[in-house]
């Protein structure tokens, strides 16, 4: 994805999800060329902010315990992306529109985009920005759901649109939570690990 695009998901939202859907990328350009590069961005943070020992609790693991925590979640992210996509296809049932997996996995992938860019945040030791950032971040990642419906699965009516939007934010919600989970549960099972 251009920064041109990117920019406009963030300030023209209609533009930049028009954009993307002219691209026509398929699902394994969009994988390989977008979810695979932006997921790497929290690891990678959390393994810096962690090294730096800098963050609440990331000094609580020596560092080659943490890169085991950070390589889990890339793949747990790498999983939840098509898993989401799979949910949104089912979920479209809801409003009798029927998006084709390229189009259910094209929203699952350009949506969590802020999120997987809020991490660089985590370099900076302040709790209160990262929390500002996140919360920013949230809000931008349910923008890019509410308008990647009408032109990523051709939703357009304005009922249907939020009553899908409601459906698939929800499962996106309940997925970040399950994936957090996973990630606390791998590190608290990494502090109890000896690894030589």
Same mark, same amino acid.
């Given at each position: 994805?251009? !920064?041109?695009?990117?920019?406009?998901?963030?300030?023209?939202?209609?533009?930049?999800?028009?954009? =993307?859907?002219?691209?026509?990328?398929?699902?394994?350009?969009?994988?390989?060329?977008?979810?695979?590069?932006?997921?790497?961005?929290?690891?990678?943070? @959390?393994?810096?902010?962690?090294?730096?020992?800098?963050?609440?609790?990331?000094?609580?693991?020596?560092?080659?315990?943490?890169?085991? =925590?950070?390589?889990?979640?890339? !793949?747990?992210?790498?999983?939840?992306?098509?898993?989401?996509?799979?949910?949104?296809?089912?979920?479209?049932?809801?409003?009798?529109?029927?998006?084709?997996?390229?189009?259910?996995?094209?929203?699952?992938?350009?949506?969590?985009?802020?999120?997987?860019?809020?991490?660089?945040?985590? @370099?900076?030791?302040?709790?209160?920005?990262?929390? +500002?950032?996140?919360?920013?971040?949230?809000?931008?990642?349910?923008?890019?759901?509410?308008?990647? +419906?009408?032109?990523?699965?051709?939703?357009?009516?304005?009922?249907?649109? +939020?009553? @899908?939007?409601?459906? =698939?934010?929800?499962?996106?919600?309940?997925?970040?939570?399950?994936?957090?989970? !996973?990630?606390?549960?791998?590190?608290?099972?990494?502090?109890?690990?000896?690894?030589?």
């Amino acid at each position: 994805m251009s !920064i041109l695009t990117l920019f406009q998901l963030f300030f023209a939202p209609p533009k930049g999800w028009q954009a =993307v859907v002219r691209r026509n990328l398929s699902v394994h350009g969009l994988f390989l060329l977008h979810v695979i590069p932006f997921s790497l961005i929290p690891p990678i943070m @959390l393994y810096l902010a962690g090294s730096k020992g800098e963050l609440l609790f990331l000094d609580l693991l020596p560092q080659n315990k943490l890169l085991i =925590v950070c390589v889990a979640f890339f !793949i747990v992210q790498l999983i939840a992306v098509p898993a989401m996509a799979i949910m949104i296809k089912q979920l479209a049932d809801i409003v009798e529109a029927k998006p084709t997996f390229a189009q259910a996995f094209t929203l699952a992938a350009i949506s969590p985009t802020p999120l997987w860019l809020m991490p660089v945040f985590l @370099l900076f030791p302040d709790m209160a920005m990262i929390l +500002i950032v996140l919360s920013l971040a949230m809000m931008a990642a349910a923008g890019f759901i509410f308008y990647g +419906i009408p032109e990523a699965l051709n939703v357009r009516d304005d009922g249907k649109r +939020i009553l @899908l939007f409601g459906a =698939v934010l929800t499962a996106g919600v309940v997925a970040a939570a399950f994936l957090m989970i !996973i990630t606390f549960v791998m590190w608290g099972s990494m502090q109890s690990l000896h690894l030589a």
